[in-house]
């Protein structure tokens, strides 16, 4: 079946403007995950939901930054007043709902590339 | 906070040679993930283990949990080229959620 996707593939903003990245999980997943990648580091977590509700945000780097998903599908990463430090790969990941060990295998898509001139 | 070390940094091997990396932390981990990336990639899920002790495979992956459950290695048998990319090892605590990721091991493969 269809993986994680991720839009745009990349995006390039100037400094103090919005953007707004979106995540696709996979289909019958319940749990989805944002993480940040920057040059040369593993990604870093952000945020996970859990259907609707973020069950842990203590990845948000600051109050710029902020995740919806509002259905529990599809969720949105909005980085208000962008900054050149926040310029990275920003991923996500989908697993399947807690209760079984598939729970702690997450997927990952292949992330936006976020340039803040 | 937690944090694991990943080494070695990067290998750079011959093809047919077997390759081995290891990750470690200083706390206790409930999960052991190992992903692989590739340029212009997401990381791809290649082994998870969840029992201190466990010894997993994957084709000509092998992967181990510690019996401390602060470490963990990945050994690749017999490199083929194809397996260049960058590998991460990644903790999870036993409420799952957040991984918790190593800084990478850079894998070339010389044919």
């Known amino acids: 079946g269809a993986g994680v996707s991720q839009t745009p593939s990349n995006k390039v903003t100037e400094k103090g403007k919005y953007v707004e990245l979106r995540c696709d999980p996979i289909?019958?997943?319940?749990?989805l995950y944002w993480y940040r990648q920057s040059l040369g580091q593993g990604p870093e977590f952000l945020i996970y939901?859990?259907?609707?509700?973020?069950?842990?945000d203590s990845g948000l780097p600051n109050d710029r930054f902020f995740a919806v998903r509002p259905e529990g599908s599809v969720s949105t990463l909005k980085i208000q007043r962008t900054e050149r430090g926040d310029s990275a790969v920003y991923l996500c990941?989908?697993?399947?709902?807690?209760?079984?060990?598939?729970?702690?295998?997450?997927?990952f898509g292949p992330g936006t590339r976020l340039t803040v001139t | 906070g937690q944090q694991l070390n990943q080494s070695p940094q990067s290998m750079f091997i011959q093809e047919g040679e077997d390759v081995s990396m290891n990750c470690t932390s200083s706390?206790?981990?409930?999960?052991w993930l190992w992903y692989k990336q590739e340029p212009g990639e997401g990381p791809v899920l290649l082994i998870a283990?969840?029992?201190?002790?466990e010894l997993t495979s994957n084709g000509r992956l092998t992967a181990q949990f510690g019996i401390t459950r602060k470490d963990s290695f990945l050994n690749i048998s017999a490199s083929i080229p194809s397996d260049v990319g960058i590998y991460f090892c990644?903790?999870?605590?036993?409420?799952?959620?957040?991984?918790?990721f190593g800084q990478g091991t850079e894998l070339s493969v010389k044919p």
């Open positions: 706390s206790i981990f409930n999960t």
């Open positions: 990941a989908s697993s399947l709902e807690p209760g079984g060990i598939a729970f702690y295998e997450q997927y």
């Open positions: 283990l969840y029992k201190a002790g």
């Open positions: 939901f859990q259907g609707t509700g973020a069950a842990d």
């Open positions: 289909s019958g997943h319940t749990a």
């Open positions: 990644a903790g999870q605590l036993w409420q799952g959620g957040k991984l918790i």
